[in-house]
């Protein structure tokens, strides 16, 4: 006689109990990490300043500049691609 396959539940739909957080998927020591720190350290006043009020809120130019520097380290130049990569890659994400 032949064994039947077990398969572990499958459900797309099935939520989480407690989601997890985007900084325990992003390893310790990942150069994104180092990115993070670097640039947190760095005066952006300057580049603060080149804002123009009104309208409506703009990205924070520190995350921004964080997602700029960390891409040209992946070598990826073209916005429609960090675009992307910000929409499905974690370590974008967590930025």
Request: hydrophobic content about 40%.
């Amino acid at each position: 006689m032949k064994a039947k396959a077990v398969f572990k539940t499958y459900d797309q739909s099935q939520l989480s109990l407690l989601p997890p957080s985007y900084d325990d998927l992003v390893p310790a020591h990942h150069p994104v990490r180092i990115v993070n720190t670097i640039i947190d350290q760095i005066d952006i006043a300057d580049l603060e300043r080149s804002y123009k009020g009104g309208g409506t809120s703009s990205y924070h130019p520190r995350m921004l500049l964080k997602v700029t520097i960390y891409a040209y380290l992946r070598n990826m130049y073209s916005s429609r691609k960090i675009e992307q990569a910000l929409q499905e890659n974690i370590h974008f994400m967590w930025l």
